[in-house]
């Protein structure tokens, strides 16, 4: 979004196309890519690898911030919808992390500029992820201090799943056609 | 600046693991000989207490510091260099005498429910 020359309708329309026919895409592809993860096999079940929120990540690399968002939002509205989590707390605390990770990111590439890579951006996103939902869990539902006592190594396990997710981030945008990750 | 933030992230993770893991002080003193419950010493008064075990008497102190083994007729003496012992969930065990000591709280240790 770029240009809104209103001037050419024509040009303008065929943008707003492209744009929406490449951010459904896009969703769909983390939505796929949720449910891929829904039943990988990890070690323990309180881990979550995150494939879905490295699509976010290469969408607010590529483009901007509204349009991470509005990826990550559909993306944890439609796999809410798929696997049945619609009137659970779990989609109101993935719907708020979802918007705090992206936020935390979109602040992280502004903020670093030119010395930031996607590692770095995945980590932080990655770990306020997490921390959010921690923190939304403590205030709303259970205040129970064992609860607090899984935080620390979850947010271990974040850094760790956020380096891998940056890094293969990485490695599809040098593979992917840019046009393809370019919102006009 | 992106190792910089995996180190500080890491960090910050790994301290409040260590925080949290230490578990909270617990409320009171727990004695078990030969498999039974004995007796309860709540840990804010400071007591001394004799049990008989299998070998002899262990004798057993509660202070400002928590509770800890002071005397033992095991040849180890391992129950008493264990020390002190305040946190919930901690124990000191004098296996040869049959002694067991475990501070409990009311708070439970046990996770209420896990979210995705």
């Known amino acids: ?184 | 600046m992106d190792f910089f933030l995996i180190l500080l992230f890491l960090l910050l993770s790994l301290g409040l693991t260590f925080l949290t893991a230490r578990g909270a002080p617990g409320k009171r003193a727990v004695i078990w000989v030969e498999g039974k419950r004995v007796a309860v010493l709540p840990l804010d008064q400071p007591t001394r207490l004799s049990v008989t075990g299998n070998r002899g008497t262990t004798i057993i102190e509660v202070d400002h510091k928590g509770v800890h083994i002071i005397d033992s007729p095991c040849p180890n003496k391992t129950c008493i260099r264990m020390g002190y012992a305040r946190r919930n969930g901690q124990m000191l065990i004098c296996a040869p005498n049959h002694v067991a000591v475990r501070i409990e709280s009311d708070e439970s240790d046990d996770v209420d429910a896990v979210t995705g």
């Open chain 1, 1 to 184: 979004m770029s240009m809104r020359s209103l001037d050419d309708p024509f040009l303008y329309s065929f943008r707003q196309a492209s744009r929406i026919s490449r951010l459904s895409l896009w969703t769909a592809c983390a939505v796929v890519l949720a449910g891929i993860e829904h039943f990988l096999p990890l070690p323990l079940p309180w881990i979550r690898l995150g494939l879905a929120n490295g699509v976010a990540l290469l969408i607010l690399w590529e483009n901007d911030f509204p349009s991470a968002l509005l990826v990550n939002l559909l993306r944890v509205i439609i796999v809410a919808a798929l696997f049945g989590t619609w009137s659970s707390p779990a989609l109101l605390l993935s719907l708020t992390s979802g918007v705090v990770a992206v936020a935390v990111m979109a602040a992280a590439r502004r903020l670093g500029g030119e010395k930031i890579g996607l590692i770095g951006v995945s980590v932080c996103g990655a770990w306020f992820h997490i921390a959010t939902q921690f923190l939304l869990v403590d205030w709303l539902f259970v205040h129970e201090k064992a609860v607090m006592t899984l935080a620390g190594p979850s947010l271990i396990a974040a850094v760790i799943s956020g380096v891998m997710i940056g890094w293969l981030a990485a490695k599809l945008r040098q593979r992917l056609p840019r046009a393809l990750l370019l919102t006009p």
